[in-house]
């Protein structure tokens, strides 16, 4: 649903079918970082990605188009 973004995200060919959104938000007091995220194989990454402890947002939304 969005061009490139696996590309920029680093996410492999075999992982790439993936047919849904989901919306989250941060916890109170979760901590987290930003970063680039990183390539894998074709894909080089470079957006910036937030990255959370496991549990640290809440699920505000699941969409498949």
């Known amino acids: 649903m969005s061009p490139g973004y696996a590309a920029k995200y ?4 075999e992982n790439m079918a993936f047919d ?7 916890k109170s007091g979760a ?3 930003t970063r680039e995220a990183p390539g ?8 910036i990605e937030v990255v959370v402890n496991p549990g640290g947002v809440n699920m505000t939304g699941f969409f498949m188009p």
């Open 40 to 47: 894998l194989g074709a894909n080089a990454g470079g957006a």
């Open 31 to 33: 901590s987290f970082i």
């Open 20 to 26: 849904f959104v989901e919306t989250a938000t941060l």
């Open 10 to 13: 680093g996410i492999p060919a």
